[in-house]
């Protein structure tokens, strides 16, 4: 088991590594000039060019800024803006061109949002997906299967967008049925911060969940036909605890694995929820920092959405593999 655990860890570290690397040759080493997009076309000297460069360190030698960078995350880094230079503690993720900010502390200060917004709509998303499919798996083949199923794929066939739209315009803004999305943390006021999420959970986990409950369906339909489940029905025991109780713990294997890497991939920003419901979480962040051509913010928020989805594919794998001894042998 040790032996199977530092294999993962090696080759979890490689992937951000090698995602690091890509990176950072993806925003610095491509034909871009961050310094003109940020000195701009109006009243831009050459003189205020070059020291818009050099205060970034742009006109070093990229592997050195590439050392540099990399040495942030481990060690931190100072940085030097007209004169006044900053520290930016580890894990250095650099500094915002626009903001004078490193970009540590912005992702800091909009992560709980997305990480509000992820995990509340997960556990909708979870909930509703299993509950649906294991229903539809029940009654297999039947008027309430098929309807099932199909009100599934008609919800998941309409863009998200599209649904995100309709609802904040016509329940939240139009009839008000549901409270208007908005941030508030949760050591503020609870009740307002749950107020402020309800319509974005709602939106969110319902649309996601239609594709769990076809995953839960197809995995419960299997589990369903096994040995052991018709030996449990033949000692007598209810169709609710042969369901509930022996099927659905297995048949939630697969599912629990695809759930956990689409929570790592959804906390990378849930852009459209976070824009449409007025959530200043990293989607926003995001969708800011290309509008302003910030690259430093763009690559931190990559880098920590890509260490994220790693990380949590790493757990997924220790748990799969505790759960399945077979998944260690291989």
Not at 90 to 108: A, H, Q, W, Y
Request: glycine share 8%.
């Amino acid at each position: 088991m040790l032996y199977f655990v530092a294999r993962r860890l090696v080759s979890a570290l490689s992937v951000v590594l090698a995602t690091l690397i890509a990176t950072f040759a993806l925003f610095f080493i491509a034909p871009t000039d961050p310094a003109a997009a940020i000195c701009g076309e109006r009243n831009c000297t050459q003189q205020r060019y070059n020291e818009i460069k050099s205060n970034l360190g742009l006109d070093q030698p990229k592997v050195q800024q590439f050392a540099e960078y990399a040495g942030g995350i481990v060690a931190g880094r100072d940085f030097t803006t007209s004169g006044v230079t900053q520290h930016c503690a580890v894990p250095c993720l650099g500094f915002s061109f626009k903001n004078d900010r490193p970009v540590t502390e912005m992702i800091k200060d909009r992560f709980p949002v997305t990480l509000s917004l992820v995990i509340g709509s997960s556990v909708l998303v979870l909930t509703i997906g299993v509950f649906v499919g294991s229903m539809a798996a029940k009654r297999r083949g039947n008027v309430g299967d098929r309807a099932l199923m199909t009100s599934t794929l008609v919800v998941s066939s309409v863009p998200y967008y599209i649904v995100a739209l309709m609802v904040s315009l016509y329940l939240t803004v139009l009839y008000q049925i549901l409270p208007r999305g908005g941030w508030t943390p949760p050591t503020e006021n609870p009740v307002k911060w749950a107020a402020g999420l309800l319509t974005p959970w709602l939106v969110l986990g319902i649309y996601n969940c239609t594709s769990y409950a076809r995953y839960s369906r197809g995995s419960m339909v299997e589990t369903l036909s096994e040995d052991y489940i018709r030996t449990a029905r033949a000692k007598g025991l209810s169709d609710r605890v042969v369901t509930y109780k022996h099927a659905l713990r297995s048949g939630l294997i697969p599912v629990v694995t695809i759930f956990g890497l689409d929570v790592a991939a959804s906390l990378g920003g849930a852009i459209f929820t976070e824009r449409i419901f007025d959530l200043p979480g990293l989607g926003v962040l995001v969708l800011d920092s290309l509008n302003s051509y910030d690259l430093p913010v763009i690559m931190g928020t990559v880098l920590v959405a890509s260490v994220i989805i790693v990380a949590m594919n790493f757990l997924v794998d220790i748990g799969y593999s505790l759960i399945d001894p077979r998944v260690r042998l291989s």
